[in-house]
């Protein structure tokens, strides 16, 4: 079975500092992996996915991941962070199957210190 | 363009009563659905999910149950609320291609039992 697991339920950065958040995955087959974000009371927004194409993958709102196959991990990362980062995220894989289910990890509290 | 409407937003019912959560999407045909329930402080937990029209699969046995009457159509239905049920409920669709596994996901209902 799959799983994902991020590292750290939160995370607080000063504004313009690196953003550096933890995700490790568990896959029998070569995964599909997702960043998803979401702010309070809304639905997920999907950041970026990863889907076997380059190992480093660019997203929205200056957001990237990189895949390391030999260390099971897809950690997203922004150079600077910004007050409207300040939001829960989500790493999530997927099972591939006929229902392309995912799975998510328990999520990331990022904040933003001014 | 494809989006997808999810309703209540909110909604507080009392133990005992009946839910009725609707999900549609527009602008695509034969998607997979899904319902996913988000917990206070915890992850995305997968309830139904959904690859054509009266095709539901359950992931988790509880007190709730899901339909799909029309192509596009989810529902999210309990005869009997309890407390347990309180959350943040979230539909999703996907396509049903590999190339593109990633989820969309509605702007959720915030389920309040009482």
């Known amino acids: 079975a799959q799983s994902v697991t991020q590292l750290g339920s939160h995370v607080s950065v000063s504004e313009g500092a690196l953003v550096l958040l933890r995700c490790n995955y568990s896959?029998?087959?070569?995964?599909?992996l997702f960043w998803y974000v979401q702010y309070p009371n809304q639905g997920l927004q999907l950041l970026l996915k990863?889907?076997?194409?380059?190992?480093l993958v660019k997203g929205i709102n200056g957001f990237e991941a990189e895949f390391k196959k030999s260390e099971t991990s897809f950690h997203l990362t922004k150079p600077s962070a910004h007050m409207s980062d300040a939001a829960e995220y989500f790493c999530?894989?997927?099972?591939?199957?006929?229902?392309?289910?995912?799975?998510f990890g328990q999520g990331t509290r990022l904040t933003i210190n001014p | 363009s494809q989006t997808i409407h999810q309703w209540p937003a909110t909604l507080v019912q009392p133990v005992g009563s009946p839910l009725s959560l609707e999900c549609t999407v527009e602008?695509?045909?034969?998607?997979?659905l899904y319902w996913y329930r988000q917990a206070a402080g915890r992850g995305l937990q997968l309830l139904f999910y959904?690859?054509?029209?009266?095709?539901i699969s359950s992931e988790v046995p509880q007190n709730l149950s899901a339909s799909r009457p029309q192509d596009r159509q989810f529902i999210l239905s309990s005869k009997k609320l309890l407390l347990s049920d309180s959350g943040f409920y979230l539909c999703?669709?996907?396509?049903?291609?590999?190339?593109?596994?990633?989820?969309?996901f509605g702007q959720g209902t915030r389920l309040t039992v009482v």
């Open positions: 999703a669709w996907s396509r049903t291609t590999v190339e593109f596994p990633e989820a969309f």
């Open positions: 896959s029998s087959v070569p995964p599909y």
């Open positions: 990863y889907t076997s194409a380059a190992t």
């Open positions: 999530a894989v997927s099972d591939l199957g006929g229902a392309q289910k995912l799975v």
């Open positions: 602008g695509t045909s034969n998607p997979n």
């Open positions: 959904s690859v054509g029209i009266g095709q």
